[in-house]
């Protein structure tokens, strides 16, 4: 187990001076976690899956603005987002 | 006597008789809240709107509405579960500013039955902990002997009730949050069966095993609260009704396993032995059981609760809700940055713990494995449950530790190994307290039944405060120290 690509996955950031501390504290963890009794994990998935509601359009009383005031940053109704796409300079 | 030191029951009788208001009531809990929170720290939002809502209920009461028992009752709800308007933040920088735009369904029951809310509790961030120590406000103390914990995570819940600083509380029960808070501050906690309370709008950490619990002074306090709250809603999916053949006689099955002395301290099992001899004198039958998977149930819970938390806790992003890093550089670098500033270091450690579980080449070796376990574990509960109407033991392995105690997180993680295996099997299970520590502080004994069984809990529990001569005596009689 690599910590740091673990944290990598998880998108969270363990700066250097901070990295034994979470190595070790995770492998004492990892080893609690394993210590689990032998059984067959045969026909284990899917063994409850969560019934999911239908994906239909419906209105549920929130407005729009309403739905948007916990955003950090929004603009005319939208949710901004730093730039993803690099705009290609025009000569 | 102040209105505050009353249960939820006796307070309903003097509404209805008239002998107080719900004014008068919600203005007793407001100063005792005035009085206590320096020194306990229940709540992290108040409800400002708390005294005006009580006159609202006592116009419509007056007008002959509200016939509901808890009606003008103050309530304190638990702060991941959400109440529109009301901050609620899962006592998290993540979501330190989030303003729900709906309430919990659990809320909205308490809203139609003209409850009042007192605000919002303290946790332990995102209800991950043990002590109410992991919030990103401040830690809550036992209102009983504030140099020790509350317990955790719903330990603002508790404290709140222990102290009158709300007559009754909603909590959530992933592994054991509501029953073992409610122990440390000498009241009760009830988890209900899997689907027996809706879901919709408690903040998710781990689906499939959490539940909204209640708690109060007393078993009847519980079980009002629990009624008002377990109506039907066709918006959480797993919401399911079972039901069981009432049983007249009272067989308890007393799990050799949860009562290993290298598990559980001689204080905590001698309490827990004493309340149920008491019960063996007023005809129940005890029964030694054993259920092997129990021994494994901590390690099972951390890995599949783990595993869900990974993956419900990914959708803060710093997107859509919740914190944004100022010092990011680009999409990827906002995602990395607002995590890391907005959770804590134990959401932090399960978030990696239930990505490292799933990760490739680990899934089959831990998360597989302990859901193959958990099902092993359920159908050894089914079995003894052909043997024994309930089964008994310890709420906690060990009396409440002083708040702030230095613990690894193995250790903390090992010592829910009496209440996990509710969640892991979805079963309902409520703690009551019985008895007291040598360091003055409650301890408490737990119950579990099969789903659809909860009025035999009830009932045990019942007779036991009569037995015991009332829970009060657990908490320091009617005396508070703060």
């Avoid at chain 2, 720290?41 to 709107?49: E, H, P, Q, V």
């Avoid at chain 2, 009704?241 to 009432?246: A, L």
Wanted: glycine share 8%; charged share 20%.
């Amino acid at each position: 187990m690599n910590i740091q690509h673990i944290a990598k996955l998880a998108r969270l950031e363990i700066s250097a001076g901070d990295t034994n501390k979470w190595q070790s504290e995770m492998e004492e963890m990892i080893k609690m976690a394993g210590e689990l009794p032998e059984c067959s994990t045969a026909d284990m998935l899917p063994d409850s899956i969560m019934p999911l509601r239908d994906d239909v359009i419906k209105d549920c009383g929130i407005s729009h603005d309403e739905m948007l005031k916990n955003a950090p940053v929004t603009r005319d109704g939208h949710i901004c987002v730093p730039k993803t796409v690099p705009v290609k300079e025009k000569n | 006597m102040k209105l505050y030191e009353y249960s939820a029951a006796e307070l309903s009788e003097m509404l209805m008789t008239g002998k107080c208001s719900s004014a008068e009531i919600a203005y007793d809990v407001s100063e005792r809240i005035k009085e206590a929170e320096p020194a306990v720290g229940a709540y992290i939002t108040l409800n400002d709107s708390m005294l005006r809502d009580a006159e609202l209920i006592d116009n419509a009461r007056n007008r002959g509405g509200l016939p509901h028992p808890l009606s003008g009752i103050p309530i304190a709800v638990k702060d991941n579960i959400s109440t529109a308007g009301i901050r609620t933040t899962c006592a998290s920088r993540m979501l330190s500013s989030y303003i729900p735009p709906y309430d919990a369904h659990a809320v909205d029951c308490l809203h139609r039955a003209g409850s009042i809310v007192t605000g919002k509790t303290n946790m332990d961030e995102f209800a991950m902990g043990s002590a109410t120590d992991t919030s990103f406000f401040h830690t809550t103390h036992n209102p009983i002997d504030t140099a020790y914990s509350a317990g955790g995570s719903s330990g603002g819940s508790a404290a709140a009730v222990c102290a009158g600083e709300a007559i009754l509380a909603l909590g959530s029960d992933t592994g054991g949050s509501v029953r073992q808070p409610a122990s440390f501050c000498g009241i009760v906690g009830f988890k209900p069966a899997y689907g027996a309370v809706s879901r919709r709008g408690l903040i998710a950490f781990a689906p499939s095993l959490e539940q909204i619990g209640v708690m109060g002074k007393t078993v009847r306090d519980a079980e009002l609260l629990y009624q008002l709250i377990s109506e039907n809603d066709p918006m959480d999916p797993m919401m399911r009704t079972c039901s069981c053949k009432h049983s007249s006689s009272l067989r308890i099955g007393v799990p050799k396993e949860l009562f290993d002395s290298t598990i559980v301290s001689d204080e905590c099992r001698e309490a827990s032995f004493s309340a149920l001899r008491l019960l063996e004198t007023d005809g129940a039958v005890l029964t030694e059981i054993s259920v092997p998977k129990l021994r494994y149930a901590a390690n099972i819970y951390y890995v599949i609760s783990s595993a869900e938390a990974s993956s419900e806790l990914a959708r803060y992003d710093g997107v859509r809700y919740g914190h944004r890093s100022q010092n990011a550089a680009g999409l990827e670098s906002m995602y990395v940055k607002s995590r890391t500033e907005g959770f804590g270091d134990e959401v932090k450690r399960r978030i990696m713990l239930g990505t490292f579980v799933l990760s490739e080449g680990s899934r089959e070796a831990y998360y597989l494995r302990a859901l193959a376990a958990m099902r092993e574990l359920r159908h050894e509960l089914d079995a003894v449950f052909d043997s024994c109407d309930i089964i008994a033991a310890p709420t906690y392995p060990r009396p409440p530790f002083s708040a702030n105690e230095a613990q690894s997180a193995t250790d903390k993680y090992s010592a829910d190994i009496c209440t996990v295996p509710a969640n892991l099997a979805g079963l309902p299970a409520l703690s009551v307290p019985c008895g007291k520590a040598k360091n003055g502080l409650p301890v408490g004994i737990q119950l579990m039944s099969p789903a659809g069984a909860e009025q035999r809990l009830f009932a045990a529990a019942k007779k036991y405060e009569e037995l015991c001569g009332g829970f009060a005596q657990f908490r320091g009689g009617s005396g508070y120290a703060v």
